[in-house]
């Protein structure tokens, strides 16, 4: 039977460059890219779509300048985009009630990434799941669909387990599950006809979260790269042994 | 014996009129019925007759080459020559042949117009020697050809196989029944007073045949002539008019591959729906199909090729071949082709340089790359590539920011410090980030330094990407032009009027393929390396000190087959050190196993491309391989390490050079 599939989509920053004497981050003209996991959940949203058919949406808690990144999550083959514009920095309590707001009705299942690779809290499946009042699988590493269930294996430190819910259900996916496809750059410019809306959130003035600081941990490595490898190596061992 | 009056007795014997009447009626049929079936094999393939016509004869300026090849069969004759040889002889004979009928018909013409033939005389004579020859050479190559030809019956088509057995053996037939005719006439009229030259009327003397059978062999031996050419085109021996279409019908450098959309054009459309690669046979159209059917599976190109002989799933031949068999059916190539066997190719262009009838394989294996891009069906080695590509705009998924900023150190400016750039030293993205290449890089700016011209180079540091060439031979031809339309601003930018490339596929991607993307372009210089070094020490501003080393050069395929640079490296090195050469050398030079994005993937194989290549080199006993490129530079320093301990040493040119000036 076809499922109706949302899928949750995170941007983060390319690459963050770190101000070595402030450790302070600095992100001017970085650009955006699709966080990993999140290419996981789209990537397996387009194949239970290809495979049972529905409709897979990709929402998106973000900010204007990200729309190349829900440009590429239609590329790859979601059918519609929604961008909810208002984000500023980690706070997942309120990410959750954003996203809620959203998926909350008409989905069969909400898939996302099990944690995102900025912010690492993997705070979202659960919250979520608990605000639908729906189960929740996570970490899965493989799916299956049968009516009105879902069978997922999940990927627990040492073992792995078999488990079957009831939809609708939170899926978080682990990176395991699958090798997303990537969509070459005319079928992101292509994917500029597929509709994507652009929605503002209703952000509280007072949120639950606050950021005190945002540094880098201080790193006492030495940084001393050899480039020629046999030099390198007897290098490398001479400061291993002084250091005992 | 010799007399004026010794002339070409035309229709010896016969009733003139009558068997004129005949000549002409089979001509004319012949060559009717030849236009028509040549419409019809063309009409196959969606290509008109005129356009046809039109293609081979307004690209006239191109005949020369094409006619020296065929003059020489240098293609047929580099390999597999005994095959080789056979077509020579088999197609000269017909050549020769040829100009005996038309020979015959001139004389008929003069005699008509003039009162005297022609065909008279020491020429009568010594044409008729050269038709006696010509017949044997027509009978023994024919016979053979059908010999090469059932060799290879499992690659071909069972229908086809007999047409051309069929087809080879009239030649047979030709040659056999023209010397019967020849001995009826020659012994009736001359007896043996010819027998030296005339010699195949000499050895069927003894036939005598009657006169009702003489004129039923002359009329089948004209009327059989007159329907061979007639079925020329229904025949595969329509593959050498196929081949003056491919030879003829562009000049785009063998390094250069097709562009299939002009990206530019479709921003501003916005029609993004292109059509792009092959994946159904049915996407193989007009001369992109016709091309194929040349192929008469001579293996030229499978024996060259380094995939092939590595052992993984690709011979061009059976790739060629298949996509021939199947073009009139619309199937997914898929059904008989794998993946892996688009994947194995290093695009080197070993195929397209030895095929005789100029097929070139690497576009319908780089298009079938291109449907797998479109469909998202890469792996995940290569997906990792493009998410490299299309998130860092380099191909090795790093920042750009710092990549060359170790090079103000040595004392090259940056181009943004310096607003015009005369020459632009674009360092690539090995010679960015792989630590070995960095060296190469390293080399090369203190050379210029020491012949003190640094100051009129620059480089681009986090401003230089990637030249596009991996994307594009991964088939991801839309992010190819992207980085190639951002690179041009940025060229136009500084006002570069010279662009120096470390690695050779970056040097063809800019001087074959850019231009295609912006035709501004084309007045900027495009140079490697090897040619700057050379043209240094041509100055006098270098001078390397005399060595013992010996030394053996790894062509670059980018550098040496695509764009033909052979002689600059061996001069440099010839002019202080011993130079040896390998089995497969300069514009034959063989893969190192890097090349058409082969870097960054794998594929199944039996052995690895660059341990064959290193084996060859070592094979000459120098102690040292030059190389020119930063990828075969790691590709045969692994395979030394792994074959001979990193006893052979592996030097990038920059490194000999440099080494050996004070």
């Known amino acids: 039977m076809p499922y109706n599939i949302a899928v949750l989509i995170k941007a983060v920053y390319e690459d963050v460059k770190i101000n070595p004497e402030t450790l302070e981050p600095s992100t001017a003209g970085v650009k955006f890219k699709m966080d990993d996991i999140s290419r996981n959940a789209v990537e397996e949203a387009v194949r239970i779509k290809e495979k049972h058919g529905g409709k897979a949406t990709g929402i998106m808690f973000g900010r204007d300048d990200q729309v190349l990144v829900m440009r590429e999550a239609l590329a790859m083959g979601l059918d519609e985009g929604v961008l909810i514009k208002g984000y500023s920095y980690s706070d997942p309590e309120l990410t959750a009630r954003i996203l809620y707001e ?5 989905y069969d299942v909400v898939l996302l990434g099990y944690s995102s690779a900025d912010s690492y809290t993997a705070q979202i499946p659960p919250r979520l799941a608990a605000l639908m009042g729906v189960p929740l699988i996570g970490n899965a590493v493989q799916l299956s669909f049968d009516g009105r269930k879902v069978i997922a294996v999940k990927s627990l430190d040492e073992r792995s387990v078999k488990v079957e819910s009831e939809l609708p259900a939170v899926i978080s996916v682990a990176q395991e599950i699958n090798t997303p496809r990537i969509p070459p750059l005319i079928q992101i410019m292509a994917a500029s006809r597929k509709p994507l809306k652009m929605e503002s959130a209703n952000v ?40 005992g | 014996m010799l007399t ?7 229709y010896y014997g016969l009733p003139r009129t009558a068997f004129m009447a005949i000549v002409y009626v089979s001509a004319s049929v012949s060559v009717l019925a030849f236009f028509y079936m040549l419409r019809l094999r063309l009409k196959a393939r969606g290509i008109g007759l005129l356009e046809f016509l039109k293609i081979i004869f307004l690209n006239y300026r ?16 580099s390999q597999r020559s005994a095959s080789g040889a056979a077509h020579a002889v088999l197609m000269y004979s017909l050549l020769l042949s040829l100009i005996g009928t038309l020979l015959v018909a001139a004389s008929q013409y003069s005699e008509l117009i003039t009162g005297t033939p022609i065909f008279c005389g020491s020429l009568y004579l010594f044409y008729t020697f050269v038709m006696d020859v010509t017949a044997w050479a027509l009978f023994i190559s024919s016979v053979t050809a059908v010999v090469f030809a059932y060799r290879r019956r499992e690659i071909i088509q069972r229908s086809s196989l007999t047409a051309d057995i069929i087809y080879l053996l009239s030649f047979s037939l030709l040659s056999i029944t023209g010397a019967m005719i020849e001995s009826y006439r020659i012994n009736a009229l001359y007896g043996t007073s010819f027998g030296y030259i005339a010699f195949n009327a000499y050895l069927l003397r003894g036939l005598r045949l009657s006169w009702e059978a003489y004129a039923a062999v002359y009329i089948f031996h004209l009327e059989l002539a007159f329907a061979l050419i007639a079925f020329i085109p229904m025949t595969s021996i329509f593959h050498p008019l196929i081949a003056v279409a491919n030879y003829v019908r562009e000049e785009r450098p063998t390094g250069e591959l097709t562009k299939p959309f002009d990206l530019m054009s479709v921003m501003q459309s916005g029609s993004f729906e292109v059509q792009v690669g092959i994946n159904r046979t049915s996407d193989i159209k007009g001369f992109y199909a016709l091309e ?57 262009g070993a195929c397209v340089k030895a095929c005789p009838v100029y097929i070139r394989h690497t576009d319908y294996i780089v298009d079938a790359r291109r449907a797998l891009v479109m469909n998202m069906k890469l792996d995940e080695r290569k997906n990792a590539l493009l998410l490299s590509m299309s998130s860092y705009d380099n191909s090795f998924g790093m920042s750009n920011d710092n990549r060359n900023s170790w090079l103000s150190e040595a004392g090259l400016k940056k181009a943004s410090e310096i607003r015009m750039v005369e020459n632009l030293l ?69 006002g570069v009027k010279t662009i120096v490339t470390i690695c ?65 490296q061996r001069s440099i090195i010839r002019s202080f050190a011993e130079l040896r050469e390998p089995r497969r050398s300069g514009g034959n030079t063989f893969c190192c196993g890097a090349g058409g994005s082969n870097y960054w993937y794998e594929v199944p194989e039996k052995t690895k491309i660059s341990h064959i290549r290193f084996r060859e080199l070592q094979d000459t006993g120098a102690s040292s391989i030059v190389v020119l490129c930063p990828f075969c530079n790691a590709m045969l320093n692994d395979a030394s390490a792994v074959l001979s301990d990193g006893k052979v040493k592996v030097k990038d040119i920059a490194e000999v050079v440099n080494e050996s000036i004070k």
């Open chain 1, 102 to 106: 959203k998926v909350k009705t008409g």
């Open chain 1, 204 to 243: 509280p003035a007072e949120t639950y979260y606050r950021i005190i600081e945002h540094k880098a941990p201080p790193s006492s490595r030495k940084k001393i790269i050899f480039e020629d490898v046999n030099k390198g190596v007897e290098e490398i061992l001479k400061i291993l042994k002084q250091k």
């Open chain 2, 4 to 10: 004026a009056s010794l002339c070409y007795p035309e």
């Open chain 2, 62 to 77: 191109r005949w020369p080459g094409l006619l020296y090849d065929f003059i020489t069969h240098r293609r047929l004759l």
């Open chain 2, 292 to 348: 194929l059917e040349a192929c008469q599976n001579c293996y030229r190109c499978q024996d060259v090729c380094p995939a092939h002989l590595a052992g993984r799933p690709l011979s061009p031949t059976t790739l060629i071949s298949s996509l021939q068999r199947e073009i009139n059916r619309d199937a997914p190539i898929w059904d008989f082709i794998s993946e892996d066997t688009i994947w194995s190719c290093t695009t080197c």
């Open chain 2, 426 to 494: 674009w360092i690539g993205c090995m010679g960015s980030f792989d630590p070995e290449a960095r060296d190469i890089v390293r080399n090369f700016v203190e050379i210029l330094r020491k012949a003190g011209v640094i100051d009129s180079y620059a480089y681009l540091g986090e401003e230089e990407t990637c030249c596009g060439d991996p994307a594009r031979r991964l088939g991801e031809e839309s992010k190819f032009q992207d980085l190639a339309i951002k690179n041009i601003e940025i060229f136009k930018k500084y």
């Open chain 2, 504 to 568: 050779p596929h970056g040097f063809n991607t800019f001087k074959n393929e850019y231009p295609k993307i912006d035709g501004s372009f084309s007045g900027i210089k495009v140079k490697h390396y090897v040619e700057v070094i050379k043209e240094l020490i041509d100055a006098g501003r270098i001078k390397p000190e005399a060595s013992k080393e010996v030394f053996v050069i790894h062509d670059p395929c980018y550098l040496s087959r695509h764009n033909g640079i052979v002689e600059p």
